[in-house]
């Protein structure tokens, strides 16, 4: 069955550092999709971004960006001159058939 | 991308009685999920909601717990049967979007405080 590890529970960090939120998978399939979600305080979920199986390209979007790494099975999220409304609970996800599977999420605290 | 809006946005309830929460869609979905993240945890799925169909369980989660009805493309419920403490959670609604394979929104979900 597909798992996802989010080792890192919480994560402090001062404005402006960067920081790199980890994600494992494991799953047997050779078509899968993995997610980034964003909690916020107020409990929504946000969609960061899907990346398919067969794209490994790394992807950034302004101070986000990922690193997705078939051989090491891992989809790592960095956020680059973090802000204080980057603090949030972040969710690794991956496919199984249509519905998620999800890590167990990491507490990202920045401190102003 | 689908917007997903759920009702209640939240609710305390007494032990023993049941809720239903309602999530609609703006557009016309194939499968809807149910989720249930429990406090300081992670997100789990309930069922898969198909228009049409029995919803399809998970493991650990039975139908006379949660009864769901998709009654149409656009919306389903959830009902919590029987509530206990234990039932408190958020209970988020999510669905595919058809025109981005297996990218999945969820709605801003229901919280729930069973005294």
């Known amino acids: 069955a597909q798992k996802v590890t989010q080792a890192q529970t919480e994560i402090s960090v001062v404005e402006k550092e960067d920081v790199t939120l980890d994600c494992v998978y494991e799953t047997r399939d050779t078509t899968y999709y993995l997610f980034w979600y964003k909690q916020p305080p107020s409990g929504e979920l946000v969609f960061l971004i899907r990346r398919n199986s067969f794209d490994e390209q790394n992807e950034i979007s302004g101070r986000y960006s990922w690193n997705f790494q078939k051989s090491t099975s891992s989809f790592n999220f960095t956020i680059t001159a973090s802000q204080v409304v980057d603090s949030a609970v972040y969710f690794c996800a991956l496919s199984e058939g249509n519905k998620l599977v999800f890590g167990a999420g990491t507490i990202l605290r920045v401190k102003s | 991308s689908a917007v997903i809006s759920q009702k209640p946005s939240r609710d305390i309830c007494q032990r023993g009685t049941s809720l239903t929460i309602q999530c609609q869609v703006d557009?016309?979905?194939?499968?809807m999920f149910w989720y249930r993240q429990q406090p300081g945890q992670s997100l789990t799925l309930i069922a898969t909601a198909n228009q049409g169909s029995e919803a399809t369980y998970e493991s650990g989660f039975v139908i006379d717990k949660f009864p769901i009805s998709r009654p149409n493309l656009t919306f389903s419920t959830l009902t919590v049967s029987n509530m206990s403490p234990e039932d408190s959670s958020i209970y988020l609604c999510?669905?595919?979007?058809?025109?981005?394979?297996?990218?999945?929104?969820f709605g801003p979900g229901t919280r729930l405080t069973v005294l």
């Open positions: 999510s669905t595919e979007d058809t025109s981005s394979y297996n990218e999945q929104f």
């Open positions: 557009s016309q979905v194939t499968m």
